[in-house]
């Protein structure tokens, strides 16, 4: 039986990198039936590989990302049905959903190249400010603003890097919806969230659409710039971008291994 693993991306070369890493070629290169290309609604484009991969270009940001892969849970779900029951299957097809990428990183726990995989995925500015300070929308008294993820998750994956010679750590990955940009927001958050790692724009919106047809869900990212001021100069996208490939090389037995 193959498992299947949904991995959400932000763009296509972070989808591209993850492919790579999994040993597949990018649809561009690969032969003619190693991958099954699935048209889904809203013109979202799924990329089916034979053993078990499913890479989905979800969009920037967490409103988008949450509608993509809500979209591509309910397609596989409905797909699996029976043909007299248009009832979404429960449980979910997929075994675990991954949000990848790169990321930024806060120092000291996150160098460039870093890959980070997530003990927890927090909503870092889902709340209200308030003169007294900032609010996470629990202290609100509604919804949730962190998904944690399980050690008998991150635990294999961190020995999987461990065991590649990755530089890694497990620790928090927060989404923003505005990246930060400056050293006051960067303390601001280091001080609200001191074990974050790295910082980026998908991986909550992913988390609550994996989290509401029942699928564990991780998020792993490699760090292409430093969480401060905003220095285009100083970011290293080929190098994060490499290091993802990498990453995804080393974890691709342990995610098959995990989704079963």
């Excluded at 990428?101 to 000291?108: E, M, S, T, V």
Aim: charged share 15%.
């Amino acid at each position: 039986m193959v498992h299947r693993i949904l991995i959400v991306t932000a763009v296509a070369a972070e989808a591209d990198s993850v492919a790579a890493g999994l040993g597949h070629d990018t649809p561009e290169t690969a032969g003619d039936t190693a991958w099954e290309t699935l048209a889904l609604p809203g013109g979202l484009t799924l990329r089916r590989h034979a053993e078990g991969a499913d890479l989905l270009v979800g969009g920037v940001g967490p409103a988008a990302v949450a509608a993509a892969t809500g979209t591509a849970l309910a397609y596989a779900s409905l797909a699996d049905a029976s043909p007299a029951d248009a009832t979404p299957r429960t449980p979910s097809p997929y075994d675990l959903v991954v949000s990848a990428g790169i990321a930024g990183g806060f120092a000291p726990h996150a160098p460039i190249g870093t890959v980070v995989v997530s003990e927890a995925i927090v909503a870092a500015d889902l709340g209200a400010e308030t003169p007294d300070g900032y609010l996470a929308v629990e202290e609100l008294g509604f919804g949730r603003s962190v998904h944690p993820v399980p050690h008998s998750l991150t635990g294999p994956l961190a020995a999987a890097l461990r065991a590649a010679g990755r530089p890694h750590t497990v620790a928090p990955v927060l989404t923003v919806s505005t990246v930060t940009g400056t050293a006051g927001r960067t303390a601001e958050l280091a001080g609200r969230h001191p074990a974050a790692a790295a910082e980026a724009m998908e991986g909550f919106g992913v988390a609550e659409a994996a989290a509401a047809y029942g699928v564990p869900v991780v998020e792993i990212r490699a760090v292409s710039n430093a969480v401060g001021p905003r220095d285009r100069s100083a970011w290293r996208i080929g190098e994060a971008l490499d290091s993802l490939r990498q990453a995804f090389r080393a974890l691709g037995p342990t995610l098959s291994v995990e989704a079963k």
